[in-house]
């Protein structure tokens, strides 16, 4: 279960990263990309427009905009690598996933040193 929560997690982590690394050239299309998706979080109920103006650090997308989404884009890949750890840790605990239900355990090989040195 914490598995998949933390891998749906680092799918939305990494779309993050590269939401606002798209943002960063700041040419018209990232300033209206930047403008519209993060006006999208303005739909969630009595928080989204406190939210919105947080992102953008005023009420318009402006210089503060690009320095938080270039700082954003600097420090997720640091969480994403951290998650991605915690992902594998616990995978490491639960095992993989077998739909099948077909025993597998003779065709195991351990990670290391056979994966750690591809």
Sequence with gaps: ???????????FL???T??????????????WGATVITNLLSAIPSLGVMLVNWIWGGFAVDN???TRFYTFHFLLPF??????????LFLHQTGSNNPLGLNSNYDKI???????FK
Aim: glycine residues 6%; positive net charge; without cysteine.
């Design 1 to 11: 279960k914490y598995t998949w929560l933390i891998g749906v997690i680092i799918l």
């Design 14 to 16: 990494l779309m993050a």
């Design 18 to 31: 590269a939401f606002m690394g798209y943002v960063l050239p700041w040419g018209q299309m990232s300033f």
């Design 64 to 66: 503060a905009t690009l």
């Design 79 to 88: 969480i994403i690598l951290m998650m991605t750890m915690i992902h594998l």
């Design 110 to 116: 351990p990670f290391h040193p056979f994966f750690t």
